[in-house]
Every structure is written in structure tokens, then in C-alpha cells.
């Protein structure tokens, strides 16, 4: 039983270097440590491989491998095994220097739903009415996640962060 292939692996291989980073900062952000990260990111990009959705452009690859990344990462974390790890475990992140690695670390911290607004909103450059199509939520919903995450890094590390 052969099945045709609608990418070629070309294709799938310059989808794969214009979005690897975008893909793996959405997985890092979720799973908190780079093994489970480097998991979701193979997983996301096999689902890829397999999907037969037609994605017109560039900013819709990219919506769609943000969006299927973000399920895969969630749904791992709510399988039953991970409920048995400690969740704030945080392998080593490095970065620049001590306040980079502290406004990260916050930024992990937040829920979920906060924290998916947070990194395509001041990370990726998306404008809230594009992060409310990618996540599929209304627009007021969006800028009220990124209000309360604000608020809650502004607690955690002081300062101004809008």
C-alpha cells in the first residue's frame, strides 16, 4: 500500500531550517529541559512529514508548526507519567548572564496559557490578533493573558514589562 508524498524531502528539509528555532523556543518553553524538548520538536516535525494539510505560505507553516507544537508539548505533559516527575526541574539554561536567565526562568514559570501569549507575542514578534488566530482564542482573551503575565513577572522580577 504506497502512499504519495505531497513534500518532498527537500521541501521538508527547508521547512525544517526556516522554523527549527521558532519550534524548539515553543518546546523549551513548555517542557523545561532539552531532552523532552528535543523529543516534542522530532515529534512536531514528523507530524509534518505525515500531515497532508496545504500550508500557503511561510507565516502559515509557521503558525501551524507553533500551533502543533504547542498540543504535542501539552499533551505530553498531561500523559500520566509526567505527573510523577517534579515539574520544577529546570536543566541547566544558559544564558548571557544572570538577569537573562532570571527573566527566563520567570517567564517559564508561567502558566501555561500565559506563557504561550508571552513568547509568540515578545519573542516571536506576533501581533495579538495574529497569536489569537494561531491559538484560536479570541483577541481580548490574548491581550488579557499578556496583561496578567505582565503583571506576574512584575511581581516576580520588578520593573516594567509592557
Known amino acids: 500500500m504506497s502512499k504519495s508524498l505531497l513534500r518532498t524531502n527537500e521541501e521538508i528539509a527547508e521547512i525544517y531550517e526556516r522554523h ?3 519550534v524548539f523556543r515553543v518546546c ?3 517542557m523545561r529541559n532539552q531532552t523532552d524538548t528535543e523529543d516534542a520538536v522530532a515529534d512536531t516535525f514528523h507530524k509534518l512529514i505525515k500531515s497532508e494539510k496545504v500550508l500557503e505560505s511561510v507565516e502559515h507553516e509557521k503558525a ?3 500551533k502543533t507544537a504547542t498540543n504535542i508539548c501539552k499533551n ?3 500523559h500520566w507519567w509526567r505527573k510523577r516527575e517534579d515539574p520544577d ?3 541547566n539554561v544558559k544564558g548571557s548572564d544572570g538577569v537573562h536567565n532570571d527573566v527566563l526562568n520567570a517567564v517559564l514559570a508561567l502558566p501555561d ?3 504561550a501569549a508571552v513568547y509568540l507575542h515578545y519573542y516571536e514578534g506576533y501581533t495579538t490578533a495574529e497569536i489569537a488566530r494561531i491559538l ?3 483577541q ?3 491581550l488579557y493573558h499578556l496583561s496578567e503575565a505582565r503583571k506576574l513577572l512584575k511581581t516576580v522580577l520588578g520593573g516594567d514589562f509592557t
Request: hydrophobic share 40%; aromatic share 12%.
Open 20 to 22: 527549527k528555532l521558532t
Open 76 to 78: 505530553s505533559l498531561s
Open 136 to 138: 484560536k482564542k479570541p
Open 140 to 142: 481580548n482573551t490574548v
Open 64 to 66: 501551524w508548526l507553533i
Open 28 to 30: 523549551f518553553a513548555y
Open 89 to 91: 526541574t529546570l536543566e
Open 113 to 115: 496559557k500565559l506563557k
